[in-house]
Every structure is written in structure tokens, then in C-alpha cells.
């Protein structure tokens, strides 16, 4: 139980929340580690919320559900104020100031901040946000190595024009650097 | 200060589960206007679908029964039968009415059971996640036909109003859309005849309601409403397809 | 082969097409569109047939239909529509018609919820319509299983003639995990019985209607020597721990991964205990189950339901040892919530 670590991905439908976890479950899986994907579904979706919980472990994942993720990546504000009570005690937050507007209520947990699409517009490529916070998350948690996680990029993005593949490594590197720089 | 506009009071404080651009929304104040203007709200029993609009039991202020997938005309029946002083409506998508439940619309139509149908024709399955629908237009891209309807595989979609409107027992069919202003108003109009129809004991009355999926269609609401104009309104033609007088 | 990362729901499917499947019939149901989505997609290109039925009761009627000409067909829905169903499962029992049905499971009664549940045990073990009659049952617990169980099921179900129904949890259903891809079957038994046109041959017919009372009673007794055959030959489930366990947790699908876990962290603690994961619901592995009660001293039956397999497991035990249960509905138990339960039973009872 200890060696597995369950990350929830939390924003509004058409932000690309199951997509940013389905990345980090092909890293993993690139990495060598045990991995699920588990997306809200079904009438859960309608109103337009969606999330998704990542699981990675060295051994064999027990249960890929939890109401009680170590780690929360929260993109917009309903998101969070859904989900900021369920994380587990002394976890972590990562949140997308660019779409949360108020403080965390809570003491216990440790806080990333990071305006994801603020730097994707100025960066001139609005749809690189997801890329970006996922950079920041995977450079500062190691929960993939994040040369490994650039490694799968052909993979995951297979099919995609080269284009595409080199504005998201990008972004992903701006990611990096953030983190690097400011957590 | 004088009140120009307010919530209807058959429709409750809750906030809907909708999505942004949903036409759910203005159906449901519709039929919660009408109820008002004839004064029903606590002689009407309403029963809802199993579709996006399963949760309509919490947005009407007034009594509300759960179906199964279909059955709402087979409840309605039952309710109607017993008590046949209260208004009976169901309200009802393209799945819950012509797929799983043409059998109990039918035969409903047929008996000429003095109930209240709203269809809600989106050509598409909203809840499930965009499945295809009994009257999702041939070529339409959906999750079930993934490379557009085609007629060799699907057949093709069904005209409710008109099939329902070659039985005796209906006394009020008629297609509305609320794509636009003017729509809405005709729409309105159509539903409150189909519940006077009713309270006058003339038979069965339905209103198809040619309505948006901005979600599943893939489209902005606007564009939703363009596409209702230019592809399904040339399939469904709107008009009153049944009138039976007192 | 390589892995690849797959939904449970796609996994089954593309199971059932490795496996030969060459029809689906079915309706939108959550959580387990996602399966007549994917042979939608498919189905096209492969030159096999997809249709979306008007209901769930016409598309086991179809399933009937298909499957009488001896053709691989399937269909799958969840909870509310496999109790519509109920009267064609029943049809296809006695005409004993190999088929697939797959129930990815939600709460219930009535529309219920659609987190997963495992509430439609006793529905899919006992037959699941009118009449004596049984289908074999299988519960995977990952998306691998889901996989290899769709094809496993074919084969059992032309065996045996017999539908076999895959029970699975919606999150299974859901959720992705690696899968390794299987090779394509290619080899399939004949079929005599089968209505494809009697050219050079004597009709055949496919009925259920029996209006002599002592052809019912023989047709039922041919049927009931067929579950014999199949309980005494197809029974199939997993121990883990068992060898010394004081204490033996029994638990299917995705409910027996959160138990293994729970159970590696009381052996931490000292305690003895062991799992028991029924893979066949029907047949259940009573002889498993017998085994295990010669040295355990208790059993604990754990279920996402107020309690249907825990009827089974002590029909197997018959009166040997006691049998607790704990279970949720609506909401799925951590780990820790499961280990909790075992300590303090085994705290109890001196384990």
C-alpha cells in the first residue's frame, strides 16, 4: 500500500483533465511501474466536471479507487471546492491559479501554485496548459522521471503531426523550469 | 417595485446539472409556465425519464414519479386511471420515447390515454454519452455510428409525431422546435394546448420538441441551434399533425 | 507481445473479437457503453455486424437469433438491463444456445447508482430468469482478465452449450491498466444443431416450449446433468495465503485485489489469514471452499453488496466453521478499511 501513489486530475470538461492523466499513466507505464486510470463517468459528466485518478505502484495496485487521493491537481475553482477536504492528511495540492480564485482552507498540506494558463497564453500556445502543469507536477514529485516521461512523448502522442509533439515537449519543458524555479 | 419576470412556480430553486447551451432548460420553464397559467401546479403529477433529464424530479415544484428506461407512458396509465381529475404529463427523450419505450407510446396513443407527452428529439443519446438515437439523422456522426448513420446498417430515423398521429386514440400531436425567439413562443403555445386537451378529457396529447445537444453534437450552443435549422427541421417539419376538437 | 494500456470495457470487447465474436447486439447502458461503442467501431471494418437495439429485451432476443445459427455473439449491459433480459436468458437456457452476456455492474435496486457493485450475484447465479436453469459465471478483477475471460467464455459457452455471463464491477469496466493482446482463434467446434438453412440435412428446430409433462421433466433433467458436468469439471478460483490461514477472506473481482492488499497488511501483524477469489460465480468453487474449511477457523465473506455470495460460501462450509460478512453498497472499502475489520475479528477470536 505504501508504494503506491494515487493523483487525482480535477478541472472542467474540455480542459483536457483524462487526457493529462492518461499521460502520466503511459509515462508510467514506459517507466516500468504498475499503473491505472480511472475517469468520473457517465452522468457524472453532464454539467461539464471531470476528473480522473491516477495510480502508480511498484507492485500490484490493490484498488484503483480511493475518496482520499495523496495528491490533487485542481484546475478551476469548482474543482477544488469539491475536492479539497477528500485529499489525505499532510498530501499534496497543486493548483492552477489562473482559474482558482480563493485561498486553501486547509493547514496540513503542501501547496504548489502555478498560473498554467497565464504562461501557456504568453507563451502564445493557450492549449499548452495541461503540458506545462504536468511538467511542473512530474519535475518536483519524481513520481516519473521526467526524462523518462519526455522519452514516451512519440508514444503517447503517436499518430499526432511532429508539430504538435515538439509544442507540447515544449510546453512540458516550460513546465520544468517553472518548478525548478519556483517550488 | 412591480415584477415583470419570475421563476415559474413549478419550477423549484435548484440549480439544474444541465450543460451550458442544454435546451432543457427552456422546456422546463415552458411546461412549468403553462402549468402555472392554468393554474394546476397542485393538481399535476409529472413523471420523468430515464436521459439526461432523470434528475427533473428535483427542478418541477410539483409532484414527481421516477420511471424506468420507457415505461413513463405505462406509469402514467396507471396514475391517469385512478385518478383521472389531475394533470398527467410525461416529459420524455428520444431514447426513454422511441427506442426502449415505442411500445408503451404506442399503445398509450392507442388507448387514447388522457395524458400529457413532452418528447424532447435531440437525435442523440445525452446522459450515456452520445450514443446514437432512434432519431439521429441519416449520416450523423455519433458514438454508436462512428462513420455516420447509414441506412443499410440503422434504417432510418423515426417521425414520431406522424406515427403517432395515424392513431384514433390521439387527440393533440404537433412538432415544435426552440431553436429562435419565435420557436419558443409557437412551442409554448403547442404544450399548453396539449394540456388543455387533456384537462378536457379529448385523449392523448404529445409535443416533439426539436431541441439541441451542444455536448454531444459537438458545437457551440449557437451553432447548436443553426444546425437544428438546416438539418432537422427539413427531416421533422413542424405543424399540428392532429387536432380533435371538443 | 507488447503491453498496451486498455479500458476494461474495450479490453473485453476486443477479447471477444480475438475470440471470433463476429456479432454485438446491445444498448447504451452506464457503465458499460463503451463496449457496444467500441464494436461500433469495429464491426465495420472487420465485416462483423453491430446493431443498437431498440432495448435490452429485444437485444437478447437478437442474441438468440444469432446465436441459434451457431455463429460467436454477445451482448452486454448493466443491472437494470440484464433484468430486462431475464426472459430471453431463461429462452436461451433451455434452447441451450452458446452465447456471451456481460453484466458490468452497478448499484441497485431500481436505477440505483452507477459506481460499481456486486449486487447482481444472486441474480446471475441463479439462473437469472424462470425455470430451473443455470449460466456459468465468471468475475475477472483486472483489465487483463476482462480480456482473456471474454474469450474463455466463448469457448465454455460452445462447449457446453450454455450461456456464460462475465459479471465485472463498473470501475473495471472504466479503468485502464496494461494489457498483453492475445492471438486470434481460429478453430471452432461444429455446430450440428444449429438453424442455417436445412440443405442436405434434416431440419432443425429450436424450442422451448414443452407441452408433455414427462418430455419437461426429461428435458429438465438433461439440463440439470449438464450443470452437474460443469460443476464438477469447470469450477475455478484463486487462494491466496490459504495454506495456514486461520482466518479465510472470501472475495470476487475488484473487491478480492482491495482484500489481498488488506490481507498482506495483517500477515504484518501476525495474523493468519488467506483469501479465497472465486473466479466461476457459477459454478461456485464449493470444493475450494470445503478444502479450506478443514483447517480454517473462520471465514469472512466480503462483498460490495449487503450480502448475496455469502449465501454460497456457506452452503460450501456447511455449518463447519462460522461465516461473518462485511460489506458496503454505494461506497467501495479501502485497504485499510478491510484490514480494520480483520484485526478486530481476529483480535476477537484469538486468531
Given at each position: 500500500m505504501d508504494s503506491e501513489k494515487q493523483v487525482l486530475f480535477a478541472g472542467f470538461g474540455g480542459q483536457g483533465v483524462l487526457s493529462m492523466g492518461k499521460f502520466l499513466t503511459y509515462a508510467a507505464m514506459g517507466a516500468g511501474k504498475n499503473v491505472s486510470w480511472l475517469p468520473s463517468y457517465g452522468a457524472e459528466m453532464r454539467g461539464g466536471t471531470a476528473n480522473c485518478l491516477v495510480t502508480i505502484a511498484d507492485d500490484e495496485i490493490s484498488s484503483p479507487l480511493t475518496e482520499h487521493p495523496g495528491m490533487a491537481i485542481i484546475l478551476n475553482r469548482p474543482s477544488l471546492d469539491r475536492f479539497e477536504d477528500k485529499i489525505k492528511p499532510n498530501g499534496t495540492l497543486v493548483i492552477n491559479t489562473s482559474l482558482v480564485d480563493r485561498p486553501i482552507v486547509r493547514d496540513d498540506l503542501t501547496v504548489f501554485e502555478i498560473p498554467v494558463n497565464q504562461i501557456a497564453d504568453d507563451m502564445g500556445n493557450s492549449h499548452a496548459a495541461n503540458m506545462i502543469l504536468l511538467g511542473a507536477c512530474l519535475q518536483k514529485t519524481n513520481i516519473v522521471p521526467t526524462e523518462k516521461a519526455l522519452q514516451h512523448f512519440e508514444v503517447i502522442f503517436k499518430g499526432k503531426k511532429q508539430s504538435i509533439i515538439k509544442r507540447n515537449k515544449e510546453a512540458f519543458l516550460v513546465g520544468v523550469e517553472y518548478a525548478k524555479e519556483n517550488w | 417595485m412591480k415584477i415583470v419576470a419570475r421563476r415559474p412556480q413549478s419550477l423549484t430553486s435548484a440549480k439544474t446539472h444541465y450543460c451550458p447551451g442544454c435546451t432543457h432548460g427552456i422546456i422546463h420553464r415552458l411546461v412549468a409556465e403553462c402549468i402555472?397559467?392554468?393554474?394546476?401546479?397542485?393538481?399535476?403529477?409529472?413523471?420523468?425519464?430515464?436521459?439526461?433529464?432523470?434528475?427533473?424530479?428535483?427542478?418541477?415544484?410539483?409532484?414527481?414519479?421516477?420511471?424506468?428506461?420507457?415505461?413513463?407512458?405505462?406509469?402514467?396509465?396507471?396514475?391517469?386511471?385512478?385518478?383521472?381529475?389531475?394533470?398527467?404529463?410525461?416529459?420524455?427523450?428520444?431514447?426513454?420515447?422511441?427506442?426502449?419505450?415505442?411500445?408503451?407510446?404506442?399503445?398509450?396513443?392507442?388507448?387514447?390515454?388522457?395524458?400529457?407527452?413532452?418528447?424532447?428529439?435531440?437525435?442523440?443519446?445525452?446522459?450515456?454519452?452520445?450514443?446514437?438515437?432512434?432519431?439521429?439523422?441519416?449520416?450523423?456522426?455519433?458514438?454508436?455510428?462512428?462513420?455516420?448513420?447509414?441506412?443499410?446498417?440503422?434504417?432510418?430515423?423515426?417521425?414520431?409525431?406522424?406515427?403517432?398521429?395515424?392513431?384514433?386514440?390521439?387527440?393533440?400531436?404537433?412538432?415544435?422546435?426552440?431553436?429562435?425567439?419565435?420557436?419558443?413562443?409557437?412551442?409554448?403555445?403547442?404544450?399548453?394546448?396539449?394540456?388543455?386537451?387533456?384537462?378536457?378529457?379529448?385523449?392523448?396529447?404529445?409535443?416533439?420538441?426539436?431541441?439541441?445537444?451542444?455536448?454531444?453534437?459537438?458545437?457551440?450552443p449557437i451553432d447548436a441551434f443553426k444546425w437544428l435549422e438546416e438539418n432537422m427541421i427539413p427531416y421533422y417539419p413542424l405543424g399540428e399533425f392532429k387536432i380533435k376538437e371538443a | 507481445m507488447e503491453k498496451v494500456l486498455m479500458k476494461g470495457n474495450e479490453a473485453l470487447a476486443e477479447g471477444a473479437l480475438t475470440a471470433g465474436c463476429i456479432a454485438f447486439f446491445g444498448y447504451p447502458i452506464t457503465p458499460s457503453s463503451e463496449i457496444a461503442e467500441y464494436m461500433a467501431r469495429k464491426f465495420p471494418l472487420l465485416g462483423g455486424t453491430f446493431v443498437q437495439a431498440e432495448s435490452e429485451l429485444a437485444a437478447i432476443n437478437m442474441v438468440y437469433g444469432g446465436a441459434s445459427t451457431g455463429a460467436r455473439v454477445m451482448t452486454a449491459s448493466s443491472g437494470p438491463g440484464i433484468s430486462l433480459k431475464s426472459e430471453g436468458i431463461s429462452f436461451i437456457s433451455e434452447a441451450e444456445l452458446p452465447c456471451l452476456i456481460v453484466n458490468i455492474s452497478r448499484g441497485g435496486p431500481g436505477l440505483g447508482g452507477i459506481q460499481p457493485a456486486q449486487s447482481d450475484y444472486w441474480q446471475a447465479t441463479r439462473g437469472g430468469g424462470h425455470g430451473d436453469f443455470h449460466i456459468m459465471v465468471l468475475a475477472p478483477s483486472s483489465v487483463q482478465e476482462m480480456m482473456d475471460f471474454a474469450m474463455d467464455a466463448f469457448d465454455l459457452a460452445d462447449k457446453y452449450r450454455i450461456p456464460v455471463m462475465i459479471m465485472a464491477e463498473g470501475t473495471l469496466g472504466q479503468m485502464m491498466e496494461p494489457v498483453i493482446p492475445r492471438a486470434k482463434v481460429t478453430h471452432f467446434i461444429d455446430k450440428p444443431w444449429a438453424v442455417n438453412g436445412c440443405k442436405g440435412r434434416a431440419p432443425n428446430v429450436v424450442n422451448t416450449l414443452h407441452l408433455s409433462p414427462e418430455f419437461l421433466e426429461h428435458r429438465n433433467h438433461v439440463l440439470g446433468e449438464k450443470?452437474?458436468?460443469?460443476?464438477?469439471?469447470?469450477?475455478?478460483a484463486a487462494a491466496f495465503l490459504t495454506e495456514d490461514a486461520d482466518l479465510v477472506v472470501v472475495a470476487f473481482g475488484l473487491m478480492s485485489r482491495i482484500v489481498k492488499k488488506a490481507i498482506m497488511e495483517v500477515r504484518k501483524k501476525g495474523h493468519k489469514v488467506g483469501l479465497i477469489r472465486p473466479i466461476t460465480l457459477w459454478p461456485f468453487p464449493e470444493e475450494e471452499i470445503r478444502n479450506a474449511a478443514q483447517s480454517a477457523k473462520m471465514f469472512l465473506a466480503v462483498e460490495i453488496s449487503m450480502g448475496q455470495m455469502i449465501d454460497d460460501v456457506r452452503l460450501a462450509v456447511n455449518g463447519k466453521v462460522p461465516v461473518e460478512f462485511y460489506g458496503r453498497i454505494g461506497m467501495i472499502p479501502s485497504p485499510e478499511e478491510i484490514a480494520g475489520q480483520i484485526i478486530m475479528l481476529a483480535e476477537r477470536e484469538g486468531f
Open positions: - | 402555472d397559467e392554468m393554474n394546476m401546479r397542485e393538481n399535476t403529477i409529472g413523471i420523468c425519464p430515464v436521459g439526461c433529464s432523470v434528475l427533473a424530479y428535483d427542478y418541477f415544484n410539483f409532484d414527481m414519479l421516477e420511471a424506468a428506461h420507457g415505461r413513463a407512458p405505462a406509469i402514467a396509465t396507471g396514475i391517469k386511471r385512478i385518478l383521472p381529475d389531475r394533470c398527467v404529463l410525461t416529459y420524455q427523450g428520444d431514447g426513454d420515447l422511441a427506442s426502449i419505450g415505442m411500445a408503451e407510446i404506442v399503445h398509450a396513443s392507442a388507448r387514447g390515454e388522457n395524458i400529457s407527452v413532452v418528447f424532447v428529439n435531440n437525435t442523440i443519446y445525452g446522459m450515456t454519452g452520445g450514443q446514437m438515437a432512434p432519431t439521429t439523422l441519416l449520416g450523423q456522426v455519433t458514438t454508436t455510428s462512428p462513420y455516420g448513420r447509414k441506412k443499410e446498417e440503422a434504417g432510418y430515423p423515426i417521425r414520431m409525431a406522424e406515427l403517432l398521429a395515424t392513431n384514433e386514440g390521439s387527440a393533440y400531436i404537433s412538432r415544435v422546435a426552440v431553436n429562435n425567439p419565435a420557436n419558443v413562443i409557437k412551442a409554448k403555445k403547442s404544450i399548453k394546448k396539449a394540456l388543455q386537451t387533456q384537462m378536457k378529457g379529448l385523449g392523448f396529447s404529445l409535443v416533439e420538441v426539436l431541441s439541441t445537444c451542444p455536448t454531444n453534437w459537438g458545437l457551440g | 450443470y452437474s458436468l460443469i460443476k464438477a469439471n469447470e469450477q475455478k
